[in-house]
C-alpha cells in the first residue's frame, strides 16, 4: 500500500534562512511525487512534481525538492525563507497505475521576521 | 481560466440532517477527484469519476455518502444523514484525462461542521 510520511507537524524557521520540510514515501512501482502548499483560507497549490528525471525538481516561489530513491525521501527546500511561505505543505504519492493521490498529514510552517 | 469551484465554503449543519457539496471542475478535465481532511489528519481520498462514471470509490466511509456526476460536469457529494464524524474539509479536484503525471488542481474546499 502506498503512504507518505511527514515527521514534523510544524517547522519554525527564521526569515532569510534556509528551510527544509521532510517527506518520506512507500510505493510498490515508480512513485509520482507531489508538494502542494494551503495558505489561510485557501485551497491547495500545486508547487512542484518529480515524475522521472533530474533528481531536484524545481517549482513555484523558488521552492525545489530532491528525489532520493534509496532513502525514499523527496524534501522540499528552500535557500531563503520568506514570512509569507508560512503555510500548510503536503507531501503526495501517486503509484503507477494509479490515480488517486495519498497525502501525508501536512507540515505547518512558520517563518518569523 | 476558472479553477476548481467549491460551494458552499461552509456549512454547519445538525446530526442527522442532509448537506450536498457541490464541485465544478475546470473545464475540459474529465478526471474529477473527492478528497476530505479531517481535522490535524491527512488528506484522504473519497472516490474518482472519470467523465460521468465512477472509476475508483474506495476511500468512500459508508453510504451515507453518495456522489455523483451527472453529464460529466459538475459533481454533487452528498451526506445524508451526516454525523459528527463526518465533520472536516471536503476538497475536490481536477485534471485532464490520462494525465497519470499530471498534476491535479484542487478547489478553495467545503468544511463541513455537523453539530
Not at chain 1, 55 to 61: A, E, T
Not at chain 2, 57 to 75: I, Q, V
Request: aromatic share 12%.
Amino acid at each position: 500500500a502506498q503512504s507518505v510520511a511527514q515527521p514534523e507537524d510544524q517547522v519554525n524557521v527564521a526569515e532569510g534562512n534556509p528551510l527544509t520540510v521532510k517527506c518520506t514515501y512507500s510505493v510498490s512501482g515508480n512513485p509520482y511525487l507531489f508538494w502542494y502548499v494551503q495558505y489561510p483560507n485557501r485551497g491547495l497549490q500545486f508547487l512542484l512534481k518529480y515524475i522521472t528525471g533530474d533528481n531536484l525538481v524545481k517549482g513555484s516561489y523558488g521552492f525545489e525538492a530532491e528525489f532520493n530513491k534509496s532513502q525514499t525521501s523527496f524534501h522540499l527546500k528552500k535557500p531563503s525563507a520568506l514570512v509569507s511561505d508560512s503555510a500548510l505543505y503536503f507531501c503526495a504519492v501517486r503509484d503507477t497505475g494509479f490515480q488517486k493521490l495519498v497525502f501525508g498529514t501536512g507540515t505547518r510552517l512558520l517563518v518569523s521576521p | 481560466e476558472a479553477g476548481v469551484t467549491q460551494f458552499p465554503s461552509h456549512s454547519v449543519i445538525e446530526k442527522g440532517q442532509t448537506v450536498t457539496l457541490r464541485c465544478d471542475p475546470i473545464s475540459g478535465h474529465d478526471n474529477l477527484y473527492w478528497y476530505r481532511r479531517v481535522m490535524g489528519k491527512e488528506i484522504k481520498f473519497l472516490l474518482h469519476f472519470v467523465k460521468e462514471s465512477k472509476q475508483d470509490e474506495s476511500g468512500m466511509p459508508n453510504n451515507r455518502f453518495l456522489a455523483e456526476r451527472t453529464g460529466g460536469t459538475y459533481s454533487t457529494l452528498k451526506v445524508q444523514p451526516a454525523e459528527l464524524e463526518d465533520s472536516g474539509v471536503y476538497f475536490c479536484a481536477s485534471s485532464p484525462f490520462g494525465a497519470g503525471n499530471t498534476e491535479a488542481f484542487f478547489g478553495q474546499g467545503t468544511r463541513l461542521t455537523v453539530v
